[in-house]
Structure formats: structure tokens, C-alpha cells
């Protein structure tokens, strides 16, 4: 049953990213988008990371993807129709990608990975109380500089993207 | 035939590759943005991979959390520069903007 819900989300997860960036209709990109983030979310919650996995959707799907596509609404002239995007530099992108995923890939498979005593077994418990014990104490620093980047960021978006220049 | 943690590095790769090709190939700087996206993506399962088949308890989810944070910030400010070069350049093709200032 595992090995079942594994391959189904990894064939989500890996057919619609092709969609994603093979396709020559930038909405349609988008929407392919929106189940790779839901195929990886079903993975974060095979790796035991359900906190994670909602994190996901809410961040990405509700967050990211909406962004994404206002920017597409935003910079394309819809009365054209001409969300078509082209593809430059072909050939050297795909000798220089094949040589990563074949780089990857060896590494991979021939890589004596170091196992856990547990064997990585599922467990039941929900992580979001490990996870909100760690942020208060161990990493209690990182937590605070993203809450600041997360300021700085929004502050930074909303200022560059305003229409008037403040003189 | 169990799922072991070489399966979810290998799906990690196939959706790095992905990514890295929408970002050498694509014209449009959104599509390159959703390149990245898939890049982080594949980055968050191998740390959550090794969370749960190494010895790290909950180590890798706080990393994983923290590019998740870093995502949605890099995703604002990536989209508000986009907006200000369509409005300088009326076009976000990235090849056709390749100089400095005009």
C-alpha cells in the first residue's frame, strides 16, 4: 500500500514538473504547477513531515502560486494572446542538465547512504509539537531572522512595486 | 519492494533537473521564477529524505521550514522586480533585457 501511494505521488509529482516546463502556454505551466506542489506534498507526508506538508500547501499553493500568477496576468497583454514563451539556448541547457542528472543519479545509486537503527520506519505522532518546541529553543535565533527577513521582504515588494516614485 | 531512501533522492533529482532546465531555457522571467520554485521543492525533499532515514529526528524539517520561509520572500521580491521591468521595458523575456540603463 505504501509502495502504491509512493509511486502515485511521485508520477504527480514528476509528470505534471515536466508540464511545467515543457510546456509552451504559461497558464498552463502555472496550473501544472499546483500539483507538483500537491505531489510533493503528499511525499513530505510519506517522510513522516505532516506539519510540513500542510506548510506546503498553505505557503505555496495559497501563497506563491496565486503570486505567480498575478505576475502572469500582470505582465502579459491579454488581448493579444500572446502568453506564448519561447526557449533559448536548447542544446548547451540540455548537455549541461544531462550532465547534472547523471552526475545525481550515480551519486545516488552508488552511495553507501548511512541508516538509522529504525530503518526509517512511519510513525503516527504529528511532528507540529517537536517542531514548535524547537522553535522556541533550539532554534529560537533563525526563527527571529526569518521573522525579520519576512519584514524586510514584504516591505521591500510592497515599495519597489508601488506605481509612483517617492521623490 | 520497499521505498528506501535512494527512491525520494531520485525523484529529488529528476525535479532539480527540471528546474534547471526551465531556468537555462525559458524566455519569460515568471517561468524562470517557477524554475526556481521546483529547484527549492526538490532541495525540501531530500533534506525531509534524510530527516526521517538518517538519524536527525526533526533537524531536517527545521531547515526545510526555514527554505520554505526563504521561498515565499524570495518569490515577493522576485515578482515586484519583474513588475517594475515591465513597466520600464514593456516585455519579461530575459533576453531581450541586457542592459543596465537606458
Known sequence: MYEIIFYFFAFVTV??????????????????????????????VLLNADFLAITQLMVYVGGILVLLLFGVMLTTNT?????????????????????????????????????????G??????????????????????????????????????????????? | MTITLTHFLLISAILFSLGMYAVLTRRNAIMVLMGVELILNSAN???LAFSRFGDMNIEGQMAAIFVIILAAAEAAIALAIVLNIYKRFHTVNVDEISFLKD
Open chain 1, 15 to 44: 509528470a505534471s514538473a515536466a508540464v511545467v516546463v515543457f510546456s509552451r502556454n504559461i497558464i498552463y505551466s502555472a496550473f501544472a504547477l499546483l500539483f507538483t506542489f500537491f505531489g510533493v506534498a503528499g511525499l513530505y
Open chain 1, 79 to 119: 488581448v493579444s494572446v500572446d502568453i506564448k514563451s519561447g526557449s533559448l539556448n536548447v542544446f548547451p541547457a540540455v548537455t549541461v542538465v544531462a550532465a547534472i542528472v547523471g552526475l545525481l543519479t550515480g551519486v545516488f545509486w552508488t552511495s553507501e547512504w548511512f541508516m538509522s537503527s529504525t530503518m
Open chain 1, 121 to 167: 520506519e512511519l510513525t503516527s505522532q504529528t511532528t507540529s509539537k517537536e517542531i514548535g518546541n524547537a522553535l522556541i529553543t533550539t532554534h529560537v535565533l533563525p526563527f527571529e531572522i526569518a521573522s525579520v527577513i519576512l519584514l524586510v521582504a514584504i516591505v521591500g515588494a510592497a515599495m519597489m512595486a508601488r506605481r509612483e516614485r517617492v521623490k
Open chain 2, 45 to 47: 525533499i531530500n533534506f
